[in-house]
């Protein structure tokens, strides 16, 4: 009998100088030479060969603020995007409880793309059979990566929000019993996995970047577009650390379902699904900004093109190196996620001393297919496009489709969950109410070291 590949703990995730060091070394070699090695399991973590945490302070000469914006990126994680991370903490949680057994049980992946090709990736080196269920709207590269790791897709109808048709597929599979979902918008690993991992690495980032001169020693705001709103979680740590920290989440205009329990289809691939997550903590988010999809698209034709690149150099005092560097970290969504932190630096009045930090889930290599049709429809990107679209998108961000969270719009936001997830996903009202109080998230926190035990004993 096959017994299932378990990597690193949460702890090991946050920091893996604490992984064996024989072990640690196999994985870092690995990353490249041999990428479907189950040792790549240890290489889920924000931090490099050397351990130190990937991230860019952003040029002011791009930002057009005077706050400090910082983002992490998940370009070097396994399967290029961090979303690994989480797919690996809700299956390896599964897995120790026993609900999840790799020689009998096929596991979903419920997904609009880098779940699912994370899902993909980890199911193959942890030992399971994967199925991928993804809108057939999606970049082609995703389905292509989904592949790659031995996924088997199943399409559904529509595009990125179009998430309910995911979920009725699902229910028509799980009727097998030898199915399991490990549906992202809903199992708290994913919530536990950047609460802990993400958030834990923006605290100790925070002092890093107090040495180097940057900010105070702490994070003045956290923003982050929802998907799955598993990412938006480490939000709840800083505020911990932090108490003047403010989490901002993120939708599109096109799909505004916080801001005004909007819907529609969009094209800011990874985030806005026309509901409300489970694991979604929306009673501490202190304001809900929406930003433009194509706006975010034409964004990253400048930060990935050669000719934006030097357009951000030769007018705008961007580092050559800088500039090449920002086009191999940047997706639609870490362009939404930019786009928001400008319009939070803006609606705070934030200044020289304050850090903004958000992620880069994902990089360009998901997104060929999605310029080239981006520079027959808007054109491609010269220098004079380029300037146009730094002082109108990015140094022209404005303080609109902001709305702050207040108590009572904070209950909005809650009870926007209901229809979901008790009407249609089969959670009770006790269950939602339970939400509401603070120490239910704190519960779901406290089980991290009971997973690192369980990790280890099933490891060894």
Not at 126 to 150: C, H, N, W
Not at 234 to 255: H, M, N, V, W
């Amino acid at each position: 009998m096959t017994q299932p590949i378990l990597g690193p703990t949460f702890e090991e995730m946050l920091h893996p100088s604490a992984i064996d060091s024989a072990v640690r070394q196999r994985a870092v070699e690995a990353l490249h030479g041999a990428p479907l090695d189950p040792v790549n399991l240890y290489n889920i973590t924000w931090r490099g060969p050397d351990n130190s945490i990937k991230y860019e302070i952003l040029p002011k000469g791009l930002t057009g603020v005077d706050a400090e914006i910082v983002v992490l990126y998940g370009r070097d994680f396994p399967s290029g995007a961090h979303k690994v991370g989480a797919a690996y903490s809700v299956l390896a949680e599964e897995i120790v409880f026993g609900r999840v057994d790799v020689n009998q049980h096929t596991v979903v992946w419920p997904s609009t793309g880098n779940y699912g090709i994370g899902g993909a990736w980890v199911g193959g080196r942890v030992g399971a059979k994967s199925i991928i269920v993804l809108p057939e709207g999606m970049s082609q590269e995703r389905f292509d990566k989904i592949e790659t790791y031995g996924g088997h897709v199943i399409k559904t109808v529509g595009v990125e929000s179009n998430v309910k048709e995911i979920y009725d597929k699902t229910w028509e599979l799980r009727r097998d019993p030898n199915i399991r979902i490990l549906n992202q918008f809903e199992v708290m690993g994913n919530y536990r996995f950047h609460y802990h991992v993400t958030g834990n690495t923006i605290v100790e980032l925070a002092a890093e970047l107090k040495a180097r001169g940057v900010g105070d020693g702490s994070i003045s705001a956290f923003c982050s577009a929802m998907g799955s709103a598993g990412t938006i979680a480490a939000g709840d740590r800083l505020k911990q650390a932090f108490s003047g920290c403010r989490i901002i989440g993120l939708e599109p205009t096109q799909c505004p379902t916080l801001y005004n329990n909007g819907y529609g289809g969009h094209d800011i691939q990874g985030i806005g699904d026309k509901h409300v997550t489970w694991i979604h903590n929306v009673l501490n988010m202190d304001a809900i900004m929406c930003l433009d999809d194509i706006e975010c698209k034409k964004g990253l034709q400048v930060l990935t093109t050669e000719a934006g690149q030097a357009a951000l150099v030769e007018h705008y005092g961007v580092d050559t190196g800088l500039a090449e560097r920002m086009g191999t970290i940047f997706g639609i969504s870490g362009v939404c996620n930019l786009y928001g932190a400008i319009k939070t630096a803006k609606h705070y009045q934030l200044g020289k001393k304050d850090v903004i930090v958000t992620i880069c889930t994902d990089a360009i290599d998901r997104y060929h297919s999605v310029m080239d049709a981006m520079a027959q429809t808007y054109g491609a990107i010269d220098d004079a496009r380029a300037q146009n679209y730094v002082d109108g998108l990015f140094h022209g961000q404005k303080t609109d489709w902001i709305k702050d969270g207040t108590p009572d719009m904070r209950r909005q936001w809650h009870n926007l969950k209901y229809y979901t997830w008790v009407e249609q996903q089969g959670k009770t009202v006790e269950e939602l109410d339970a939400q509401k109080d603070p120490a239910w998230w704190e519960s779901h926190q406290a089980l991290i070291p009971e997973m690192d035990k369980r990790i280890k004993e099933l490891r060894a």
